[in-house]
Structure formats: structure tokens, C-alpha cells
């Protein structure tokens, strides 16, 4: 099978590209890189960006992270300890804010963040959120290729 993109968005708009990237870099300036491919990953399931999900784990990979806690991601709550509280306070956190239309951010899931992280930190962890939704959403209404299925499709 083979798989095209409708469009480039970024070839079209060079300057958007540059934003986006820009909005990216502030977000995780001074972030848990680990945290923030976490949160990548799981909202990324959420909206089912294949194109982000095959660059998150393979960025994960690179950074250390082990198979098992990339398989569980999408279980994050019943995978025991294998999260830790911070880690699954930002991937709750992660759910409430890429699935807004089951209503607002629960303050709960807020509060349960807010004991977790500072507020530089929690700033820094939504701007993370609301950026990994804004590339899924790109990346999924243009149908962007994975890099791994265009490695796949060119026989690498």
C-alpha cells in the first residue's frame, strides 16, 4: 500500500513551520525530556497521529526509554508503578487537555499537576500538551507519512 500526504504545510508556509517550532522549543525549554515525550506519546494516541506516535518512540528510544513503558503508555493507570506519580499526573493531565470535548480540565487532574510540578513547570507541561496537539493535528488532516512507513514503502 501506498501512502501520500494531501499536502506539505510547511512547504507551503515556511513562517507557520517556524512558529510551530519555535512554540515547541519554548515549551520544553527546561522540561523532563522524558515527561515531555511521555505526554507526546500519549496525546498523540489519543489522536491517532501515527506520523508524531513513529517520531515519539523512536525519540524515546534514542533518549533511554525501555519498550515495556512505551507499551503501556496507552494504560498508563494500570501499569502499576512502572509510571511514576509525576509522570502519570502529567499524562492525566495529558487526557484532560487533548480531550476537551468531555468538558473543561478537571480540577482534580489540575490540582493532582499542581503538586507535581512548579508553576514554570506546569506552564512549561501545558505548552508542551497544547503543542503536540496542535502538530497532531497537522500532521493527522494532511495525512503526513510516517517516517518508518516511508522507510518501509522504499524498501530501507
Known amino acids: ?6 499536502m506539505n504545510p ?23 525530556p522524558v515527561i515531555g515525550e511521555l505526554v507526546k506519546i500519549r496525546a498523540s494516541q489519543i489522536n491517532r497521529c501515527a506520523y508524531c506516535l513513529d517520531m515519539h518512540y523512536a525519540d524515546a528510544r534514542k533518549q533511554g526509554e525501555t519498550q515495556l513503558r512505551l507499551d503501556l503508555v496507552i494504560a498508563w ?10 509522570e502519570k499526573a502529567a499524562l492525566a493531565l495529558t487526557e484532560a487537555v487533548t480531550e476537551l470535548t468531555d468538558g473543561f480540565v478537571p ?4 490540582e493532582r499537576a499542581a503538586q507535581h510540578f512548579d508553576e514554570p513547570e506546569l506552564a512549561s ?4 500538551i497544547v503543542a503536540i496537539n496542535s502538530w497532531n493535528r497537522f500532521q493527522v488532516t494532511t495525512r503526513a507519512v510516517p ?10
Do not use: N
Request: hydrophobic share 40%; proline share 4%.
Open 1 to 6: 500500500m501506498t501512502t501520500s500526504p494531501r
Open 10 to 32: 510547511w512547504k507551503h508556509s515556511p513562517a507557520l513551520y517556524k512558529a510551530m517550532a519555535a512554540f515547541q522549543a519554548a515549551a520544553s525549554e527546561g522540561a523532563d
Open 77 to 86: 493507570e494500570e501499569a502499576g508503578d512502572l509510571f511514576t506519580e509525576r
Open 107 to 110: 480540577d482534580e487532574v489540575y
Open 125 to 128: 507541561l501545558i505548552a508542551q
Open 147 to 156: 517516517q518508518g512507513l516511508a522507510d518501509l514503502e522504499a524498501g530501507r
